[in-house]
Antibody, heavy 127, light 109 residues
Framework: QITLKESGPTLVKPTQTLTLTCTFSGFSLSTSGVGVGWIRQPPGKALEWLALIYWDDDKRYSPSLKSRLTITKDTSKNQVVLTMTNMDPVDTATYYC???????????????????WGQGTLVTVSS | SSELTQDPAVSVALGQTVRITCQGD??????ATWYQQKPGQAPVLVIYGKNNRPSGIPDRFSGSSSGNTASLTITGAQAEDEADYYC????????????FGGGTKLTVL
């Protein structure tokens, strides 16, 4: 059974750096084809993809936030950490981590999707 | 702005069929993945790939695609299907980045 849980501060001040940890079970981030992503959702708004890290340490970032984001993994601890610098009130959101899985479609092409999500953690940015 | 465009809101009568659409250039090359999100809950995967349902998702949910448009169809909508639905796919940059649509709020009347 795959589970993920986000943890970190619920309140950060503007200009501070946010560090969020995704602790997971039921899979290994050293297994080929597996990844973990971060997605956020401001209150009442849409989902926004932030970052991805794969089993081979390939990392991808949202272009609009790339300069502020860093994603790392600790395979031995079953954790993925996301840091976001220079926090602003507009970054107030629920932050989710999600398990990403590779599969092959009928033509043999490599595809991915997020199948399991954490419960999310609300981060408020305010002075 | 999102590279995937969804109608903000759609309604359907109980038991009827509804189609929720997602438009974007990247959908010509990549399938959309669909998520259902109810208030206060995390998103739940409902469709991935050409038309694949995870275990536990009712078969009234189906996916399809044509050109730059992906669709999620609910055949015989139930009250419990009232939720926000989001599409997700690769973006059109070719850099293996992800993008979500703006979401569609489905109301079951």
């Amino acid at each position: 059974q795959i589970t993920l849980k986000e943890s970190g501060p619920t309140l950060v001040k503007p200009t501070q750096t946010l560090t969020l940890t995704c602790t997971f079970s039921g899979f290994s981030l050293s297994t080929s084809g597996v990844g973990v992503g971060w997605i956020r959702q401001p209150p009442g708004k849409a989902l926004e993809w932030l970052a991805l890290i794969y089993w081979d340490d390939d990392k991808r970032y949202s272009p609009s936030l790339k300069s502020r984001l860093t994603i790392t993994k600790d395979t031995s601890k079953n954790q993925v950490v996301l840091t976001m610098t220079n926090m602003d009130p507009v970054d107030t959101a629920t932050y989710y981590c999600a398990h990403r899985l590779r599969y092959y479609d009928s033509s043999g092409a490599t595809r991915y999707y997020f199948d399991y999500w954490g419960q999310g953690t609300l981060v408020t940015v305010s002075s | 702005s999102s590279e995937l465009t969804q109608d903000p809101a759609v309604s359907v009568a109980l038991g009827q069929t509804v189609r929720i659409t997602c438009q974007g250039d990247s959908l010509r090359s990549y399938y959309a993945t669909w998520y259902q999100q109810k208030p206060g809950q995390a998103p739940v995967l409902v469709i991935y790939g050409k038309n694949n349902r995870p275990s536990g998702i009712p078969d009234r949910f189906s996916g399809s695609s044509s050109g730059n448009t992906a669709s999620l169809t609910i055949t015989g909508a139930q009250a419990e299907d009232e939720a926000d639905y989001y599409c997700n796919s690769r973006d059109s940059s070719g850099n293996h980045l992800e993008v979500f649509g703006g979401g569609t709020k489905l109301t079951v009347l």
